[in-house]
């Protein structure tokens, strides 16, 4: 029985990724504002410390870790707290961990970006790259008059970026913890009821294109999730994985 990690577990892709590796026979602790084994509040630096602390109290030993936990980039949210959690939210978790990562020999970090960063165009690049110099007073100053839609894309870059540069660094790859990341397009949950209900975003989700002419479901992140916490993608060093239903082929189609 492996110790998983996930935030943002109290619903949609978190919630559904926790559910999977239960029924793996895992343990999963679950960090979240609500219904979470450690309830903590990881859009600031005390709610982290409280987040990391509290899992510290419950395991030695993890063998991977999905932050999951973010807020969408909607008309009116506030910009410098979707940087504050997307972003330093996740990366302070991962942080926080390492010894516990470190303490299971070989361990996993899935870090749940967005295929917004290539499906948006002219979306943030200031927010990404402040989010990689790891200087939330600058990253947040920066994003804090900004639009939150071209905002959230620049954490989820952030997000994604910092897993290549990180991951391939003695400080991880070296302890045995890989780092990777997922891109999920549309996903069928609350977060995406709340952008297809706003009038300037909604309009612009519901004409993404998919191949597959649906949303995805929570399981089907779930699943990619599990696999890359699992011994199975041992290959999989500062990856990002598009699961999308064919949105990011359809719009770059010549790609790498
Ligand atoms: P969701 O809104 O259903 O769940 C997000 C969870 O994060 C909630 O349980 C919420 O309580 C928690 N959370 C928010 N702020 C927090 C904070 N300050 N501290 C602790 N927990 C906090 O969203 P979802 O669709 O499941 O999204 C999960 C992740 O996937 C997010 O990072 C999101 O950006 C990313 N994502 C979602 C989609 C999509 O289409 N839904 C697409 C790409 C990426």
Known sequence: MKTYVVSG???GIGAATAALLREQGDRVITVDLRDADVVADLSTAEGRADAVAGVQNLTDVVH?????????????????????????????LVRGLKPQLAAAGTSSVVLIAS?????????????????????????RADAADADPLTVYPGTKAGLAWWARREGVTEAWIGQGTRLNSVAPGSIDSPMTEQLLADPEVGPLVAAYPSAINRMGRPEEIAALVAFLLSDASSLMVGAVVYADGGTDAMLHPNAP
Not at 75 to 91: C, E, L, P
Request: with cysteine; net charge negative; aromatic share 6%.
């Open 9 to 11: 577990a109290a619903s």
């Open 64 to 92: 991977g870790l999905v932050p999951c936990a973010g807020i969408v980039g909607v008309a009116g949210a506030d910009s410098a707290k979707i940087v504050s959690v997307n972003f330093f939210g996740a990366v302070a």
């Open 115 to 139: 295929n917004s960063i290539t499906g948006m165009p002219n979306w943030r690049a200031s927010t990404a790259e402040l989010c990689l110099t790891e200087d939330e007073e600058a990253a």
